[in-house]
Nanobody, 126 residues
Framework: QVQLVESGGGWVQTGGSLTLSCGAS????????MGWFRRAPGKDLEFVAF???????TYFADSVKGRFGISRDYANTTWLEMHSLKPEDAADYYC????????????????????WGQGTQVTVSS
């Protein structure tokens, strides 16, 4: 059972930057692919970004492409770098893990992820 803990959320002005971290209770490099999702008030959970187990493949939602980056270390931490933030980026952000044996298939489907963090809130002020 992998435990995930997000951190780094907070308040930022429109156009600002924020980096979220996701720490796992065990080494996730190679073993698990990682995803970031978000849920805005009154909306459904939305895929944001994906990184493969070895970090070699990344995918982003169209809404954040070019503004967000995802990276991971060789141990147990994954980051979501967010730039040029907009009010519509305000949400609770969640990291999730799934066995890397799936490859990148269905990377945006929340149903394919096995472990989830509790979330961290991002507020973007206009």
């Amino acid at each position: 059972q992998v435990q995930l803990v997000e951190s780094g959320g907070g308040w930022v002005q429109t156009g600002g930057s924020l980096t979220l971290s996701c720490g796992a209770s065990e080494r996730t490099f190679i073993k698990y692919a990682m995803g970031w999702f978000r849920r805005a008030p009154g909306k459904d959970l939305e895929f944001v970004a994906f990184i493969s187990g070895n970090g070699g493949s990344t995918y982003f939602a169209d809404s954040v492409k070019g503004r967000f980056g995802i990276s991971r270390d060789y141990a147990n931490t994954t980051w979501l770098e967010m730039h040029s933030l907009k009010p519509e980026d305000a949400a609770d952000y969640y990291c999730a893990a799934r066995g890397d044996g799936r490859g990148a298939g269905d990377y945006s489907s929340r149903a394919t992820y096995d472990y989830w963090g509790q979330g961290t809130q991002v507020t973007v002020s206009s």
